[in-house]
C-alpha cells in the first residue's frame, strides 16, 4: 500500500478534532443527561484513534518508522490507553498465523466472566479452565480470590501460588 501522508495528516487531524472537541464538551456540559452524547462522540473518537494507532502499526501514515511509531505512542498509548508496542508485536504474530489455534493470538480466550450468583468453587472451576498460566501474558499472572473479588496481578516467577494451585484460605 501506497503513502499518502496528506491523507494521513488530515485522518490524525480530524481525529485529534474530535477528541478535542468531545473532551472539551464533556467538561462544558458537566452533569447532565447530554453527556451520553458525549460519551458516542467519544467513542467515536477513541475509535478512530483505534485506527490511526493500526495504520501507525502498519507504517501506513508516513514513510519514516518514526514518525509512525511517535503517531502510534500518541493516538495508542496516551490517547486511549493501549499499549501501542505490545499491540504492534501482538498484531505481527496474527498476521504471521491467521486463525491458526495456539498461534494467532487475536482467536484465544480473552475474557474470563463468571456469574454473580456463582458459588466460590463454581467461579475457581472456571477460572482454572478458563486462565491458564502457558495462556497469560509473558510479564504477569492474573490471581483472582473469588471469595473476596481481591484481583492482582505479579510478575512471572514471583514467590507464591500459580494461578490454579491457589490454596483456600491464602491470598
Not at 124 to 134: H, I, L, N
Amino acid at each position: 500500500m501506497r503513502h499518502r501522508p496528506l491523507r494521513s495528516v488530515t485522518a490524525l487531524a480530524v481525529t485529534l478534532l474530535l477528541l478535542t472537541g468531545g473532551w472539551a464538551a464533556f467538561l462544558l456540559i458537566g452533569d447532565s443527561w447530554w453527556q451520553l452524547t458525549v460519551a458516542v462522540v467519544l467513542a467515536f473518537a477513541f475509535t478512530q484513534c483505534g485506527f490511526r494507532g493500526h495504520e501507525a502499526g502498519h507504517r501506513q501514515l508516513f514513510h519514516g518508522k518514526r514518525a509512525n511509531d511517535a503517531t502510534g505512542l500518541v493516538f495508542g498509548n496516551l490517547f486511549i490507553g493501549l499499549g501501542f508496542g505490545w499491540w504492534v508485536a501482538k498484531h505481527n504474530r496474527h498476521h504471521a498465523h491467521p486463525n491458526q489455534v495456539g498461534r494467532d493470538p487475536d482467536i484465544e480466550t480473552g475474557a474470563l466472566v463468571v456469574p454473580p450468583h456463582a458459588t466460590p468453587d463454581a467461579a475457581r472451576a472456571a477460572m482454572a479452565r478458563a486462565v491458564r498460566v502457558d495462556n497469560l501474558a509473558p510479564a504477569e499472572q492474573i490471581l483472582i480470590d473469588t471469595g473476596t473479588g481481591t484481583v492482582r496481578a505479579r510478575p512471572i516467577g514471583a514467590e507464591g501460588p500459580r494461578v490454579g494451585q491457589e490454596r483456600r484460605g491464602t491470598s
